[in-house]
């Protein structure tokens, strides 16, 4: 099975650079225009199962770079709960090891969780062929999931709209290409 997985475009709170978690912010024009720009990528590409994010800007992103798809929305897609920092700037303090949970949010431990909830989900299910919008923590983690290492969040660029395909095959998930359309 490959599994790709897609950033949302450029949100409200990625151009004001503020931490957005789990809240709903719109899509920017430009983040419009970014899911626009991957639609040639997959746009010859025949999914079995689409899924998206719960969270506004994944779904968005979904369906201005597939128009006219049909998609199963999950919270197991969700970027990291930031809790009571949503909305702020990083400045304003000081977070460790991606750990929220003084906020109100979740942990390293936690989104690992849920990543690994969703791989579990979808090697249940026998495809070819699955995409999941998701965000830029989500996706580090299933990175850092898949390679068996803690990556630091800025180890690897991760621009919005980036697709990963990774790779299931005999019980073992590989990343297969990387792409920063930016």
Same mark, same amino acid.
């Given at each position: 099975?490959?599994?790709?997985?897609?950033?949302?475009?450029?949100?409200?709170?990625?151009?004001?650079?503020?931490?957005?978690?789990?809240?709903?912010?719109?899509?920017?024009?430009?983040?419009?225009?970014?899911?626009?720009?991957?639609?040639?990528?997959? $746009?010859?590409? %025949?999914?079995?199962?689409? *899924?998206?994010?719960?969270?506004?800007? /994944?779904?968005?992103? +979904?369906?201005?770079?597939?128009?006219?798809?049909?998609?199963?929305?999950?919270?197991?897609?969700?970027?990291?709960?930031?809790?009571?920092?949503?909305?702020?700037?990083?400045?304003?303090?000081?977070?460790?090891?991606?750990?929220?949970?003084?906020?109100?949010?979740?942990?390293?431990?936690?989104?690992?969780?849920?990543?690994? $909830?969703?791989? %579990?989900?979808?090697?249940? *299910?026998?495809?070819?062929?699955?995409? /999941?919008?998701?965000? +830029?923590?989500?996706?580090?983690?299933?990175?850092?999931?898949?390679?068996?290492?803690?990556?630091?969040?800025?180890?690897?660029?991760?621009?919005?709209?980036?697709?990963?395909?990774?790779?299931?095959?005999?019980?073992?998930?590989?990343?297969?290409?990387?792409?920063?359309?930016?």
């Amino acid at each position: 099975m490959k599994l790709y997985v897609i950033r949302h475009g450029e949100s409200e709170n990625n151009q004001a650079k503020l931490y957005t978690g789990w809240a709903q912010v719109t899509l920017t024009e430009k983040g419009f225009e970014d899911a626009k720009g991957i639609r040639p990528l997959l $746009e010859h590409i %025949h999914f079995d199962r689409i *899924y998206t994010s719960d969270l506004l800007r /994944a779904k968005q992103t +979904a369906e201005t770079a597939c128009p006219g798809i049909d998609y199963m929305e999950t919270p197991l897609l969700r970027e990291y709960n930031v809790g009571s920092l949503s909305g702020l700037p990083p400045t304003t303090v000081t977070v460790k090891n991606r750990d929220f949970t003084p906020f109100g949010g979740e942990n390293r431990d936690m989104m690992r969780a849920r990543v690994q $909830e969703f791989m %579990h989900l979808i090697e249940a *299910y026998s495809a070819e062929t699955v995409a /999941a919008f998701s965000h +830029a923590g989500w996706l580090r983690m299933m990175l850092s999931t898949v390679l068996k290492t803690e990556l630091h969040h800025d180890t690897i660029r991760c621009s919005n709209c980036t697709v990963a395909i990774f790779e299931y095959s005999n019980g073992s998930w590989t990343l297969h290409s990387w792409i920063n359309p930016q």
